[in-house]
């Protein structure tokens, strides 16, 4: 810790809309103010909605952390079908003027911000760290390999002459990871897109940060941790400084209470515990096969069910404003021929509380990043659900190199049958295999313990970072 030195002011720049952004950020904000005796203003765009998630999750944070709202910024003149990446990269960029105003004030109040730090869809604003003369770091709150990934796409764009789709090798990251098209993010996929441009860009805009924190740590994604250095000086210092996952008493609320009461009546590790992310929704069809696949299974389960959509990354933008019920779409009797030992929640379940307890024995993941690092944190064995942005490249990590996850596979019509749901939750929570899996997430859970240790790498990195900010120039 670094008590002696006077407070530094780190100015924190997560996106709107993600929660599975925010949630890292603020986790970062904390260890910042608890161990390194620094403030934070958190900047946070305003999105024009109601934002109550996202104000929920900072309320109660301690006063050492000030946050600040951009007014928010339209997007309105964009095509009606541009891409939910798009937006919100360019809602943040079109707010830096007011980001910039936030820390002209800062300086003028005598508390000048020290370092920015910013999400990955805010990495234009390394550009205003630099006028303001600070470090400009990236808080990279997704998957190392994601960045391992970056460094090689310009060069597979240039050596493409088609779709990648029709590339005759595959793509080979650090760690046995080896991706398929079809497995790149989102955002790669389509050549000729505008979201591609953006990713492009991307891929090179961060190798002028001067630093990137990581929420992974070095156990965790060891090859990419090792081939992002060796890449080193063309990519800037990686630093492993998770797993943050969220600390809080979401368990006090009352569906929380719900969840862990129905919990506490279970045998230990019975439970498969189903939930598609923040904001995660699947079309009907795939929504009622869900539900015909656990019926089937026998097994237990407690499932946070969400009203469908078709379009699921754009369900991230309106999840606070749907108002169907989706328990509406849950087969006729469901409810009754899976009582005792099924739990449907709606839109919501206090996950950590969930994943931490002694009856769950299983994940039905999304395989969104902090999904995944809260399942390693808990040691609970996955089935890799991947919908959407970088969720397919995800699940090759987590089958292939991690070895902590069984994938599912869809058919033809790109659904998941209900027969294959039944069967891989038998895979998952008997047999051998499910044992195998189980043992390394277990292993998986004491390195995520080690790196957090008071000597652990990621304390340590973490360390080294903020004395980086207090040695700037
Ligand atoms: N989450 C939760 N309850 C839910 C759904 C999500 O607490 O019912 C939390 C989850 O614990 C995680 C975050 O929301 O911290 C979701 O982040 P992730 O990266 O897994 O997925 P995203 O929402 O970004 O797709």
Known sequence: TQRSQPPHNIALLPPPIFLGHLIPFIELAKKLVFHHNCTITLIILDDGSSMKSQKS?????????????????????????????????????RSFPALRDTLTSLKQLGTPA??????????????????????????????????????????????????????????????????????????????????????????????????????????????AFKDLEQRRPDVPPVYPVGPLIRTGTEAESDRGSECVKWLNDQPPKSVLFVSFGSGGTLSVEQFNELALGLEMSGHRFLWVV?????????????SQSIVKDPLDFLPDGFLERTKGRGLVVASWAPQIQVLSHRSTGGFV??????????????????IAWPLC??????????????????RVKENENGVVGREQI????????????????????????????????????????????????INWK
């Open 114 to 223: 020290t370092a920015l730090v910013v999400d990955l869809f805010a990495i234009d604003a390394i550009d205003i760290a630099k006028q303001f003369e600070i470090p400009a770091y990236l808080f990279h709150v997704i998957a190392t390999n994601e960045l391992s990934l970056s460094v090689l796409m310009p060069k597979l764009d240039e050596s493409c002459t088609s779709e990648y789709r029709d590339m005759e090798e595959p793509i080979t990251l650090p760690g046995s990871i080896v991706l398929s098209p079809e497995d790149l993010p989102d955002s790669m996929k389509e050549r000729n897109s505008e979201v591609h441009k953006w990713a492009l860009d991307w891929c090179n805009k961060f190798l002028e940060a001067d630093g990137v924190m990581v929420n992974s740590f070095l156990e965790l994604e060891l090859e």
């Open 365 to 382: 993941t999304h395989c969104g990043w902090n999904s995944i690092l809260e399942s390693a944190v808990f040691g609970v064995p996955m």
């Open 57 to 93: 999750l900072l309320q109660g944070l301690p006063t050492t952390i000030n946050t600040v709202f951009l007014p928010p910024a339209s997007t309105d003149d964009l095509p009606e079908n541009a891409r939910v990446e798009l937006l919100v990269s360019v809602r943040l960029t």
């Open 306 to 318: 969400r009203t469908p959509q078709e379009n699921i990354a754009d369900a991230y933008l309106n």
């Open 422 to 469: 039944a069967q891989l939750m038998k895979r998952l929570m008997q047999g051998e295999e499910g044992k195998q899996i189980r043992n390394r997430m277990n292993d998986v859970k004491i390195a995520a313990g080690n790196a957090l240790s008071q000597e652990g790498s990621s304390t340590q990195a973490l360390a080294h970072v903020v004395q980086q900010w």
């Open 389 to 406: 942005f970088e969720h397919r490249m995800n699940a090759v990590f987590l089958t292939d190199g991690l070895k902590g996850a069984i």
